[in-house]
């Protein structure tokens, strides 16, 4: 007697992988709602118009009282409307390895066969978008309690300056967050590298006044090229000129970025043998 006929269905030779986009938005979208919750409505006002205010206020103050010019105060301003983005494109971002942590999600994010670039950087749009609001609003406070000169036809070359350093801090924030799986919390980590950031990347003094080792120390940062940048476009500075300071923020969000998938693929092996991806 003839055997029936049966289809055969070839086994998966690959696990299944989705598309980088559809990973990326997915995340994206799932965010708020998951790896960034703490991330509140009061949170977000919060960070994009107090911050700005109260963090230009202080410095501003003390550079005011130490007899400066009112050059000096103005640097100081556009300095600190800058570097506000450290607090939702670093700590936040930073901060989501905590959130899957305490969430018990972290095991099976880390087992998922989607693309790790996509998976992460998704998360790190809306702090992205977070960072440029912020950023603006502090500018806008420069201008009018710092007397700040904000040129109407230098505004498309300050947004891609804004934008460029926003991707370059997370891209730095990502970094953290990997090395962060291995620690026990995120917290400090983000707290050090957002001081760190106000003394080395010449947000309240040139970069030159500091001594050489730490100089160096200061141009391995993104936020040190994405302040330079905005300070040229204020300044009235040549496009050539601008130009060449965009490809060193550029570079330094590849930098960043690269790194932070080779801190998360270390550290995630490292976590598993140790176990610490569970431990909060």
């Not at 026990?184 to 983000?190: D, F, K, M, W």
């Not at 993104?222 to 060449?244: K, M, N, Y």
């Amino acid at each position: 007697m003839a055997l029936p006929i049966t289809s055969v269905v070839a086994p998966r030779t690959a696990p299944y992988r989705s598309a980088f986009w559809r990973t990326f938005w997915s995340n994206a979208r799932m965010a708020p709602r998951t790896s960034l919750g703490f991330m509140r409505v009061d949170f977000v006002l919060g960070t994009v118009f107090v911050i700005p205010l109260t963090q230009m206020v202080f410095f501003a103050l003390v550079v005011q009282l130490s007899g400066s010019s009112a050059a000096a105060i103005a640097y100081t301003a556009i300095g600190n409307a800058v570097a506000t983005v450290t607090y939702s494109s670093v700590f936040s971002v930073c901060q989501t390895t905590d959130s899957e942590k305490t969430q018990s999600t972290m095991e099976h994010l880390l087992v998922s066969p989607a693309n790790r670039l996509a998976l992460y950087f998704g998360r790190g749009l809306i702090p992205i978008l977070i960072s440029l609001s912020t950023v603006a609003v502090g500018l806008a406070y420069a201008a009018v309690f710092f007397g700040v000169t904000i040129p109407v036809d230098a505004v498309p070359e300050l947004v891609v300056s804004v934008t460029l350093t926003a991707f370059a801090m997370v891209g730095f924030g990502l970094l953290l967050g990997g090395i962060a799986l291995y620690l026990r919390t995120s917290i400090i980590l983000g707290n050090i590298f957002l001081f760190v950031g106000l003394l080395l990347s010449g947000v309240n003094f040139p970069l030159g006044a500091l001594p050489v080792p730490l100089q160096w120390v200061g141009e391995a940062l993104p936020l040190t090229w994405g302040i330079a940048a905005i300070r040229a476009v204020l300044s009235g500075e040549p496009l050539g000129a601008v130009v060449i300071l965009w490809g060193a923020v550029a570079l330094a969000a590849a930098v960043s970025l690269g790194l932070a998938m080779a801190s998360w693929a270390y550290f995630e092996r490292r976590a598993l043998a140790t176990g610490s991806i569970a431990r909060f």
